[in-house]
Nanobody, 126 residues
Framework: QVQVAESGGGLVQPGGSLRLSCAAS????????VGWFRQAPGKEREFVAA????????YYADSVKGRFTISRDVAKNTVYLQMNSLKPEDTDVYYC???????????????????WGQGTQVTVSS
């Protein structure tokens, strides 16, 4: 079973950029979708972006399309979330999770993911 660890959060001004990393250990991401999600206190965890490792296909929430880019480094077994043009409403704890054997119809389904990391705080504020 794969384990994940997120890194790269921090404080950034509106309009700024951050890159989050999700690194695998235990096994590779080969048979998984790797997704990024975010959650505010008292709210449900919501889908942000996902990448299907086998094909490289990517999926995005409408709220981040055109601003965020999910990518991978196969050699490092790591998935990245490049976040540009950040807005105060992007402030949340961001989590990485995995979905074994995902297909297009399930790649955005938060409830199907597991193997969550500890999360990394992203704060967008002036």
């Amino acid at each position: 079973q794969v384990q994940v660890a997120e890194s790269g959060g921090g404080l950034v001004q509106p309009g700024g950029s951050l890159r989050l990393s999700c690194a695998a250990s235990g096994r590779s991401f080969r048979d998984y979708c790797v997704g990024w999600f975010r959650q505010a206190p008292g709210k449900e965890r919501e889908f942000v972006a996902a990448l299907r490792w086998a094909t490289g296909a990517t999926y995005y929430a409408d709220s981040v399309k055109g601003r965020f880019t999910i990518s991978r480094d196969v050699a490092k077994n790591t998935v990245y979330l490049q976040m540009n043009s950040l807005k105060p409403e992007d402030t949340d704890v961001y989590y990485c999770g995995t979905l074994w054997g995902c297909i297009t119809s399930t790649a955005r389904a938060t409830s199907r993911y597991d193997n969550w990391g500890q999360g990394t705080q992203v704060t967008v504020s002036s």
